[in-house]
């Protein structure tokens, strides 16, 4: 326990989250690390024998998503705007009706760490509340701080009321009547100010009373304000409790509950005249059952604060306890948890449908038990609450209304139900359940470990993903453990006789104990219980499940006719052959590639679809993406059609929806079966306006449409058919654009309470794309009839083209049906991967949620149809839309006496002249090629060929939104002579993460080399890099070299290492000498041209030597997951950052973000997390390979994202601890200043630096087939590679000679002096209208203050840039570096054994050690033995890194991410000896071990989680059973499993050997068999891999199942299945039959 006590101990030192860990020797975790804050000026840590000083961190305030432009810090910002070139907006009032305002949404985000104690025989022991809070100050590191780095995010527990202390005081006081069963308590927040608390008092007294309640007394709650943080302080509320008497059980429970929620209005009523009552008077808990004791506390310091903890009269039969992680707070007491009901580890991805949705049902929602009084306790969500508030709060009323309360959770937080073996096999009843209440109530979903209770029942719930570390224990004593890591208690050696099971929550899945019976129940149990309640299979029988009908083969118009249509519609040339035409033909989205270059739509002269203006939100740090591909299992394209009846006292099958659908995707049959269905009554309404341009005629078309959906809904209708189709209405009129016609009345219905009683479905000529239907789904639509693209698919089909295109075998021979449903399917599939880059499973989750933003609509659009979206720059009105929707027909239709042939092209993805403006193009290629003497012609560059290049940038037409601002300096000029030099800016300089794979070796090297010679900074984008490229390149006088002969004009002393190098989610060739050969290592969260998604690598571009790099099999595609598997959340990113500072301290750490809307409040959380350094991109970058879908829809500006960032950062006071760097479109020494003003540090090049050593922007880089070789693997293409390192040295050179002079020009001397001066940038305005000059009428509208608003001052950048790399304080592997033995045996190469004992607060346990074995030695050179043994409970990350010759054994239990990252060595994990359960059934270690492996081996005596070797390279590992997902992505290595699995076995798996012991025959049930076949093992070789590996795992474990195995091997060897992944069927392991390889040689 001496280990606990360290973890526990307040030290006497403060330090930022995660910093300090260790002093004097001592191992103190994070969290232990903080003192009172009387202390706050102590050092913050020792460097290198000095102390530095602790940064002056201000309080965390709110996202900059809202217009808070002046600087939180000063009331007078560093360099105040002139009125003349600044645009003030006033904040936004928060929409208040309907539907919810995003803006508040994106302003709480967080994560956490939860558990829960409690006694199954009833026991009421102090002991319990005192373990919680030991297990609660053990994940202090889960948690985090305000920028003073000791005010809580939030911390709590909830447990029983305590009776016994709280009967004692009421004795003493005098106060009669409290007894349990008859009484109840309310922990009240009350306002610091004198008056306002005391009419808190009074409102509460008021409306306790008014429930026929007594108020028995006060308590002033005793607490210990030194421990409180200064930023928590100064909202540190007055804390009483209010003892309340007169109803007994339920009756006063909700008695409780009304009165809770009148004084929330009360106080809300009377918010004018008190301003601050309604926020800062809270209830945090009013029950006759259970207690909340939160706040804006450290864990460490709860049981210092609230003194009643203390009481050993304060005792409870179960404590849930909570740590929060808030990425952007203004320190809120109310939002620590526990909640009123539930304790939340994680993110709610629907929230703001969930919130929609809430609101317009609430009418409907009644129950007997309020006996009318439902309109009080209304409304029931509040969008300026976090997520887990709102879930909370609906959960509440649900329980508070008599429903179980395993029932609310399971249909608040669905399992994944179809297609399920295990719940098939053993609780099938369920899925009636789960289908009766899909049509009623949406998912809440997202990553979820949910802890909650009643008072009654205790229990959690994890999101059907299983995205949250969930572990649960049981001991002999009928004690129940529930935590988010094992070791919290730090007992795992000290108690192992008395813990009798262990186990984890896998996906979906619900453990309860009743705390009155003690009976305790896991998941199967919970569910036939919950499942057999009603009858719901009943209720299901008269439910309509519809099929798709067979698509019609005959068209519905002439040739003519339908180019007419599209015309009208919108379409243009390229949408027609690149999108659908595509689709239809290969049932997938098309792929491109080099990113989006074209104009805004806002900016752009051509006419856009309302669709484009619209992008797609992405999770990124506080949520993860998921993955349609691999784990499509776990979505769900279904959606119900018709009315939605009351969620709080269903009935039965009236309640719900009469019709479910698979897919929202309508063939034209499908549309005519609805409408004879007559349980829907469903009613066209045409969509369509004046069409002479007249004024108002827009507004007046939707106002219209708006009336005649509601008359249809309130006459009886349940499905309003919203259609632009030729039969329906005036098709001389043209058609409101589906998607305006769609919100608007979605929102309408809303307004007028009739939502819930109608779906709307839509019969659409526009849309096409998947991101339109993305856009009509997600803005109400419950179904899209895509009538016009259909047609244009059967046209297609019937074409001669395409018929003797089939007659000579270029295509396959389909129907014209078989084109539309592959069409279909290509729509599906486009939806899946919309829905899962949000971390979305369900897109009845995504219906009416509003996940987009929108960029250049204004606000009268907005509010008419779009309410609560987004939208920061304003834009264009009714008219101006009604005017761009005539364009399209204008552009198109020909002129008198001439024939409309086709539609015309508008070159929005290729460049052709005339049409559409690209900024990468031929004119501009030629231009820099010519400046910087392409092919090292120059030994500098030509700065006046540069100067036309620069014109050419200039001068073009405004694509980005920085083109529309220019420079207003206050300053005159000054001479370039005073200027900073050109060495100094290129040192800001960096390129792109542009992988070795997706360019050519030579193109990834010579830029490595010139950035390495300017002081700059490449970066080895995703897919690792050559050890050779780390040594300094020897070269002769004609700049060629032994080592490279592939290169030319290189020179002696150059070195080709990337100085970044990055860590991407699929982990290729991050070895540990690859990051230790880092200066900097990114992790790359999310990619500008696709966030959300992973990367990918054509199959024909991964050649032998870049499959050697990967780890994979050459010519097999390799695929990055959407998701890093080890950032679910921002706790876990924190850890990733924690992990790369131990493997390499020196390296800085760097997290890629995409620019978003809320990107301000991930931006803080990352840098609480101890990043150094932040990379905003925009949503137009270049890529090697996307959906084109993805590159033109998803994304934000790079400019909204940098000034957010930046502007919420200064507003934080978290500014200067990271450096800011801008990767969007940097192409000129104009671009820097502009990104510089917003407040970037360091400036990205990425196509740019490409195009300077060669790239002709061909466009075909996904191909392989790059004519000039930069971004092709074929040799014969490489060798025409045209450029050398210094023309890329002449590009940078020439750009910053013109950053030298745009400074000298506005009168500053260098960059520090101009960084975040975006008040400098004013808005072009040049016109009486608005509009700027050569740019189109629907600019007028645009409002750009949002970038030309003073940011303040956020301190000196070459401040920020300088400071040394983040430190995490002292380490357990630091303990270890210093041993004697251990020193020696390093250096010696020699044997040693070093013991030690390891808690949970030590986290990725051995690999500074192993980083530095790495750094001498590299990943497999040590010939050493340096052998670990460690006993107890290891943190996260255990064994990470691990290189060869370094051997550790933990004897104990684990976490998340074993063996990440393992290069070498062996790791192995054996339960306490004293254990008295069987290890092959109990847990041992966490999720997502073997990420990313490369080597080494690892064995495990005992289960694991979810996703086990997940991209898991060349590591073999014995495992005795795994949760889901076991070998996704695996591309080599062997894994043997000798129990259990869930399902998706083998997802993915490319490479690599799989074998797993099927003792009950349900295998083949759980293997994904997209990929992997099945076999027996069958070969000599491959059994001796099996049984060598089992002996090996025997030896260094003792498994008992292990020798089972081993002792009776004739006979399990049978029961082995192998799993063969195409790449390995051809070897001795997996056949007797080895073909040759046979290279050809021509």
């Known amino acids: 326990m001496a280990a606990l006590a360290r973890a526990t101990a307040l030290a006497p030192v403060v330090a930022h989250q995660g910093v300090a860990r260790r002093s004097y020797g001592a ?30 961190f201000m309080g965390l305030k709110k996202s900059a998503a809202l217009p808070r432009f002046r600087s939180l810090r000063s009331e007078t910002p560093a360099a105040a705007p002139r009125s003349s070139t600044v645009v003030h907006v006033a904040a936004r009032e928060p929409y208040t009706g309907g539907a919810v305002d995003m803006n508040q949404i994106l302003e709480e985000r967080d994560a956490c760490g939860v558990g829960f104690i409690a006694s199954l025989k009833g026991e009421r022991t102090h002991k319990t509340v005192a373990d919680a809070l030991t297990a609660l100050g053990c994940m202090e590191h889960r948690g985090a701080c305000s920028a003073d780095d000791d005010s809580g995010d939030g911390a709590g527990i909830m447990c029983n009321i305590p009776w016994k202390m709280l009967g004692k005081y009421c004795d003493d006081a005098g106060i009669a009547g409290f007894e349990e069963g008859k009484s109840g308590v309310g922990m009240v927040f009350l306002p610091q100010d004198e008056a306002q608390a005391k009419k808190s008092r009074e409102i509460l007294n ?4 008014a429930e026929g309640l007594t108020v028995l007394g006060w308590r002033e709650v005793p607490v210990n304000k030194n421990v409180v943080g200064r930023m928590a302080k100064a909202t540190e509320p007055v804390i009483e409790q209010i003892l309340v008497g007169g109803a007994e059980e339920d009756d006063l429970e909700r008695k409780l509950f009304v009165a809770r929620k009148l004084a929330e209005k009360k106080s809300a009523a009377i ?16 029950s006759g059952r259970t207690i909340v004791y939160k706040g804006m506390l450290r864990s460490a310091v709860v049981g210092e604060f609230y003194e009643d903890l203390k009481n050993d009269d304060f005792q409870a039969q179960f404590c849930i306890y909570h740590r929060r992680f808030s990425t952007n707070t203004v320190p809120k007491w109310p939002l620590a948890q526990p909640m009123r009901f539930l304790g939340h580890n994680g993110e709610i991805n629907t929230l703001q449908g969930n919130l929609n949705w809430m609101a317009s049902r609430e009418a409907d929602m009644t129950h007997p038990v309020w006996e009318g009084r439902e309109p009080e306790l209304r409304p029931i969500c509040n969008p300026a609450a976090s997520d887990s508030a709102n879930l909370d709060r609906v959960a509440e009323l649900l329980v508070k209304s008599g429903r179980p309360v395993a029932e609310t959770m399971m249909l608040l937080v669905p399992e994944a139900y179809r297609n399920h073996p295990d719940l098939d096999a053993t609780y099938p009843e369920v899925e009636s359940f789960y289908d009766y209440y899909a049509g009623m109530q949406e998912a809440w979903d997202g990553p979820a470990l949910l802890v909650f209770t009643d008072g009654k029942k205790l229990g959690c719930r994890l999101d059907r993903n299983g995205l949250r570390p969930a572990r649960f224990w049981r001991t002999s004593d009928d004690y129940i453990y529930v935590a988010s890591e094992v070791g919290v208690l730090g007992d795992a050696i000290s108690n192992a006789a008395n813990i009798v ?6 996906p979906g899945m619900m453990i309860q104990a009743d705390l009155e019976t003690g009976a305790f129940q896991e998941n199967t149990e ?5 499942a057999a309640r009603l009858d719901y299979k009943e209720f299901l029988k008269d439910t309509m499940f519809l099929d798709a009908k067979d698509p019609g083969e005959a068209t519905t118009m002439d040739a003519v006719g339908l180019i007419e249509a599209q015309a009208a519609a919108g379409y243009a040339a390229e949408d027609v052959s690149m999108i659908i035409e595509s689709m239809a033909a290969d049932g997938m989205e098309p792929t491109w590639s080099m990113g989006d270059d074209t104009p805004m739509p806002v900016l752009s002269g051509r006419p856009h679809l309302l669709y484009d203006y619209f992008k797609q939100r992405f999770a990124q740090v506080t949520n993860p993406a998921i993955d349609p591909l691999r784990e499509g299992l776990v979505m769900s394209l279904e959606m119900t059609l018709g009315a939605k009846g009351n969620l709080l006292d269903n009935k039965g099958a009236k309640d719900i929806p009469a019709v479910h659908i698979k897919t929202p995707v309508l063939f034209d049959e499908d549309v005519e079966t609805i409408m004879g269905l007559k349980e829907l009554a469903a009613v066209r309404v045409p969509a369509r306006y004046a069409g002479s341009g007249g004024k108002g005629e827009m507004a007046k078309a939707v106002a219209d449409l708006c009336a005649a959906a509601e008359k249809a809904v309130a006459d009886g209708s349940q499905t309003v058919i919203i259609s632009d189709r030729p039969d329906c209405g005036d098709a001389s009129m043209p058609a409101i654009p589906s998607m305006l016609a769609v919100g608007a009345v979605h929102h309408h219905l809303i307004k007028v309470g009739l939502r819930s009683r109608a779906s709307i479905v839509v019969e659409s000529s526009s849309s096409f794309s998947t991101h339109h239907f993305a856009c009509l789904i997600g803005f109400g639509a419950s179904a899209v009839n895509p009538w016009l693209a259909l047609e244009t698919c059967r046209q297609w089909r019937g074409s001669t083209k395409i018929e003797n295109a089939i007659k000579r075998g270029k295509m396959p021979n389909m129907s014209v049906a078989d084109v539309q449903r592959n069409y279909k399917a290509a729509v599906n599939k486009g939806l899946k991967k919309i829905l899962s880059k949000m971390g979305i499973s369900l897109l009845t989750s995504y219906h009416g949620a509003q996940i987009l933003e929108c960029y250049g609509i204004g606000p009268e659009v907005i509010d008419i149809a779009f309410k609560g979206t987004v939208s920061r720059i304003g834009g264009m009105s009714m008219d101006d839309l009604a005017a761009e929707t005539a364009l399209f027909a204008a552009s198109n239709f020909p002129g008198e006496n001439e024939v409309l042939s086709g539609i015309a092209a508008r070159g929005m993805f290729q460049v052709k002249p005339g049409l559409e403006y690209h900024a990468n193009n031929q004119e501009m290629s030629k231009l820099l090629h010519k400046a910087v003497g392409l092919g090292g012609k120059k030994e500098e560059g030509d700065f006046d060929a540069y100067k036309l290049y620069q014109e050419e940038r200039n001068e073009r037409p405004a694509t980005s939104l920085r083109d529309m601002l220019m420079i207003e300096s206050d300053r005159k000029p000054i001479d370039i002579d005073e200027v900073e030099s050109v060495g100094d800016i290129c040192a800001r300089f960096c390129t792109g993460g542009m992988s070795l794979g997706a360019i050519s070796r030579e193109c990834h090297e010579a830029i490595a080399i010139a950035m390495n010679r300017i002081g700059g900074k490449s970066n080895s984008g995703e897919g690792g890099e050559d050890p050779q490229r780390y040594e300094t390149i020897s070269a002769d006088a004609d700049g ?11 020179k002696t002393g150059d070195i080709a290492s990337s100085a970044i190098k990055q860590v991407a989610s699929g982990r290729f060739g991050v070895t540990t000498s690859f990051l230790m050969a880092a200066d900097q290592l990114e992790i790359k969260v999310a990619q500008g041209a696709k966030p959300g998604e992973g990367g990918q690598l054509p199959g024909k571009k991964v050649s032998p030597y870049i499959a050697s790099l990967r780890r994979s099999k050459a010519g097999v595609p390799l695929i990055s997951p959407p998701p890093h598997h080890d950032i679910y959340s921002i706790e876990d990113l924190a850890q990733l950052i924690y992990d790369l500072h131990m493997v390499n301290p020196k390296a800085k750490v760097s997290v890629k973000l995409v620019g978003q809307a809320g990107i301000g409040t991930v931006a803080s959380g990352v840098a ?14 270049g890529t090697g390979a996307s959906p084109l879908s993805s590159i033109k829809h998803a994304g934000g500006p790079m400019e909204m994202g940098l000034v957010e960032a930046h502007r919420t950062l200064v507003e934080n006071d978290l500014r200067q601890r990271v450096v800011l760097r801008a990767d969007g479109g940097c192409r000129s020494g104009l671009d820097v200043i502009q990104c510089a003003l917003m407040g970037a540090d360091e400036y990205g090049f990425g196509t740019v630096a490409m195009i300077a050593t060669g790239c002709v922007m061909a466009r075909i880089c996904h191909t392989n087939n790059c004519p000039v070789g930069v971004a092709s693997q074929r040799e014969e293409l490489r060798a025409r590679f045209p450029g050398a390192p210094g023309d890329l040295v002449n590009f940078f050179q020439l750009c910053a000679q013109e950053v030298r002079e745009e400074l000298a020009s506005m009168g500053y001397k260098s960059l520090d002096e101009v960084i975040g001066r975006n008040d400098l940038f004013a808005q072009k305005r040049v016109h009486p209208d608005g509009a700027a000059p050569g740019q189109p009428a629907k600019t007028t509208g645009l409002d750009l203050s949002f970038l030309t608003t003073s940011s303040g001052e956020g301190g000196l950048s070459s401040a920020r840039r300088a400071m040394a790399t983040h430190d995490d304080g002292r380490m357990l592997d630091d303990e270890i570096l210093e041993d004697a033995g251990v020193i020696k045996c390093i250096a010696e190469e020699g044997e040693f054994t070093i013991k030690k004992e390891i808690i949970n607060t030590d986290r990725c346990a051995t690999a500074r050690v192993a980083g530095a074995v790495a750094a001498k030695y590299g990943d497999s050179g040590f010939a050493g033995s340096l052998n670990i043994e460690l006993e107890g409970s290891a943190g996260q990350s255990f064994g990470g890194f691990t290189v060869n010759g370094v051997n550790v054994k933990l004897i104990g239990e684990a976490n998340d991410y074993v063996c990440k990252s393992m290069s070498g060595g062996s790791v192995s994990i054996a339960p306490p000896p004293a254990s008295p359960f069987n290890p092959e059934d109990c847990i041992i270690a966490g999720n997502t071990c073997l990420y990313g492996a490369t080597g080494g081996k690892a064995f495990f005596n005992g289960r694991a989680g979810e996703r086990f070797a997940v991209r898991n390279s060349l590591a073999e590992t014995v495992v005795e059973g795994t949760g889901d997902h076991c070998c996704e992505y695996m591309t080599g290595g062997c894994v043997v499993v000798l129990g259990r699995v869930g399902r998706n076995v083998g997802a993915g798996m490319t490479g690599g050997i799989g074998y797993f012991l099927d003792e009950d025959g349900t295998f083949a049930s759980k293997v994904n068999g997209e990929i992997v076949a099945m076999q027996r093992v069958g070969t000599a070789q491959g059994e001796a891999q099996l049984k060598g590996l089992i002996e090996e795992h025997v030896a260094k474990t003792g498994s008992p199942k292990g020798k089972a195995v081993l002792a009776a091997w004739a006979e399990y060897l049978p029961k082995f299945w192998q799993l063969v992944p195409p790449s390995e069927a051809n070897t001795p392991e997996a056949t007797d039959v080895v073909q040759e390889e046979v290279t050809a040689s021509a």
């Open 27 to 56: 191992r103190v975790p994070a969290m232990a690390s903080r003192v009172h804050s009387r202390n706050l000026a102590a050092p913050l840590r020792s460097v290198g024998g000095k102390q530095a000083p602790m940064p002056s």
């Open 206 to 209: 008021e409306c306790v009373e």
């Open 271 to 286: 918010n004018s005249e008190m301003p601050g009552i309604a926020e800062n008077f809270y209830v945090c808990t009013m």
């Open 501 to 506: 099971a262990k186990g984890r929550l896998g």
């Open 526 to 530: 919970v569910a036939k219980e919950v």
């Open 1040 to 1050: 060629n070299s032994d080592d490279f002969p592939h290169l030319n004009g290189l």
């Open 1168 to 1181: 609480k997390a101890n990043a150094d350094i932040i990379q905003i991109s925009g949503g137009d970058g």
